[in-house]
């Protein structure tokens, strides 16, 4: 049973301040109804606390005290703790326990024999094996990084409006689509002015438009859709061939999603959507949805949103026609997309403004922007630190989940398109006839 929701958003602000992160999301990586836990900054050398707005927790003298030790100050103070620990083994000896008094000394957790006895000679040994404890390898250590800022390395030139895009990870392939044809972009095209595609995907009919793409999650294949009466899966490797047609029901596909490991794909049109089992290529299931309220589509586990003119959020079932939920968001919806972890959902409005969704929960927030968008573009990164959002001739990058602007840049036309590598590596936007690349700067 389907039930509609016109609950309140709770209101965000981005923030271009670097010492304003931190302090403005309440619910996003931690319920509403656990405002109390502490989150970890993740980019904070030594781990240290932040709390949520609203949060009673505040620090104490010890954490100002920590906050405010430089790293030669630490090392130091790690230096000073191993000395500390060999000064208590060195004081379990029986001339070092008599000048200490009467009682033995340990530190917390050391095991003590019958006689105590300790187990080193000296301070020297005692320093000498603490000393030895090999440190955690680099590679092995989690680092969470943003970019602070883009490069734009090079544009490809793809003749025609591009009216969607994807970028590969593995080897940074580039496919523009538009009238006729998918162009394919090599590597060392990305850094160059007037480099030439790789090849070039011609379509069965040059009348026919690709308007929506999606590259596999193994960069082995392209789902394409748009002004044409099918779906095409496309076979990248080792050469750029048609690997099936889905015959479709419409003629145009206003959006795609597939599942995560590319088995169930989601195609909108225009008052229905098809579902369809990409692996045995069999629709599933065609499924009527709101007229005005299929224009973008994201799959998540078994649940997938659809939004539109309409301005209402509609949950589905994957596993059935049955509706969830639709809450009001009362302005268009132009794009929907999932963070990495299928937990949240970023929902970009006509008016710019981004609303965040819990997939699960009942939590909405609201990012206020307020700047009319013609097109509006969301793009998760891998890593789930930051996404892209584009309206107009606008790129922002936003970290997440703290929504501090961390670059911004304009273009000289209406972006249509973008994508991010899944390396985190370059950022990809489509326009009138060409695509500009980014790299991202760390």
């Known amino acids: 049973m389907s039930h509609k929701e016109e609950d309140s958003l709770s209101l965000l602000r981005i923030d271009d301040e670097p010492e304003q992160r931190g302090s403005v999301l309440e619910g996003w990586g931690i319920s509403s109804q656990h405002g109390q836990q502490v989150q970890y900054q993740v980019d904070h050398p030594y781990g240290m606390p932040w709390v949520p707005a609203g949060s009673p927790w505040q620090p104490g003298p010890v954490y100002h005290e920590l906050s405010s030790i430089t790293q030669p100050q630490w090392d130091l103070q790690a230096l000073d703790t191993l000395e500390l620990q060999a000064r208590w083994f060195l004081e379990a000896e029986p001339g070092g326990a008599a000048e200490a ?3 033995c000394s340990y530190p917390p957790g050391a095991a003590v024999g019958p006689d105590c006895s300790p187990s080193f000679a000296s301070r020297e040994q005692a320093l000498s094996l603490l000393r030895a404890i090999a440190p955690v390898p680099d590679e092995v250590v989690v680092r969470y990084r943003v970019p602070q800022g883009p490069w734009k390395v090079g544009t490809l030139h793809h003749g025609k409006k591009v009216y969607t895009l994807a970028i590969g990870g593995a080897t940074h392939h580039t496919y523009t689509c538009g009238y006729g044809c998918i162009k394919v972009w090599g590597g060392s ?11 070039q995907l011609d379509l069965q009919n040059e009348q026919d438009c690709v308007l929506t793409c999606k590259l596999f999650p193994d960069e082995q294949g392209l789902l394409t859709a748009g002004m044409s009466q099918s779906l095409t899966i496309w076979a990248l490797a080792p050469t750029p061939r048609v690997r099936a047609q889905l015959a479709s029901t419409g003629r145009l596909c206003l959006a795609l999603a597939i599942s995560s490991d590319a088995h169930i794909c989601v195609a909108c049109f225009r008052g229905f959507l098809e579902i369809w089992d990409l692996q045995n290529q069999i629709l599933i299931r065609k499924q009527k949805v709101p007229v005005y309220g299929s224009r973008c589509v994201d799959l998540a586990g078994n649940k997938f949103w659809t939004g539109g003119e309409d301005t209402n959020l509609y949950s589905w079932d994957l596993r059935s026609n049955q509706r ?6 009362k302005n268009e919806i132009l794009s929907i997309t999932h963070d990495p972890r299928e937990e949240w959902l970023l929902v970009g409005l006509r008016t710019g403004d981004i ?5 699960s929960r009942k939590e909405k927030f609201k990012a206020i922007v307020q700047k009319y968008s ?3 573009n969301l793009r998760f990164s ?3 630190n930051y996404f892209v959002s584009t309206r107009n001739e606008s790129i922002e990058c936003l970290a997440a989940p703290s929504l501090q602007r961390l670059f911004q840049v304009r273009e000289p036309t209406y972006i249509q398109c973008c994508d991010l590598s899944s390396d985190n590596q370059y950022l990809v936007t489509g326009s009138n006839n060409s695509a500009t690349v980014y790299q991202l700067m760390y």
């Open 374 to 376: 013609h097109m509006h």
């Open 189 to 199: 095209a990305l850094h160059a002015s007037n480099g030439a595609p790789e090849a």
């Open 101 to 103: 008094g009467p009682s």
């Open 382 to 384: 891998s890593c789930g």
């Open 355 to 359: 609303v965040i969704a819990h997939t």
């Open 324 to 329: 969830l939920h639709q809450c009001s968001l």
